[in-house]
């Protein structure tokens, strides 16, 4: 399943999460890892994607509340140019969600792709505060952000469901 939500955090706080990716992004004592450990194949020929997981205790409640069902772990992630992620499923995860924070013009790249039921294929152009929620193991890609393009800040957002009693 995909959901695309315009709007999809309150403005303040899009706001205040918006201006610190981007003091984490440029301050002098950065706490940012890489896609350098992730699996190969999800690797393949990417430029280097920048992340800092995120452990503000006001903006984890604020994003958790909003998933009552599962348990998450939030990150900045900064897409360099040339950086992409090939098609692939997410399976270690039983859902996952792209917030969009920062502006991107319409030839920048960096489009969300996903394969419909019917095999076709469709693409969700980043736009700030716009949030693509995925599960149930849907193939998708991220094409490369392009020469040229702004960094392109996310919050990207994996999500394991809570065992109930």
Known sequence: MIKVIDDFLEPDFFFDVNVLSKQIYTSPNGTLKSNASWNSDVVQESNIVLIHEIQDTDILKTLQEKFEEYDITPSFFYWNQMSYIPWHDDGA????????????EENDGGYFMYEKSDGTIEAIQPKPNRAIFQSDGVRHSVTSVNLGAPIRRTIQIFMKKRLTN
């Open 93 to 104: 995860h039983h859902a996952a969600m792209t917030i969009y924070l920062s502006d991107h």
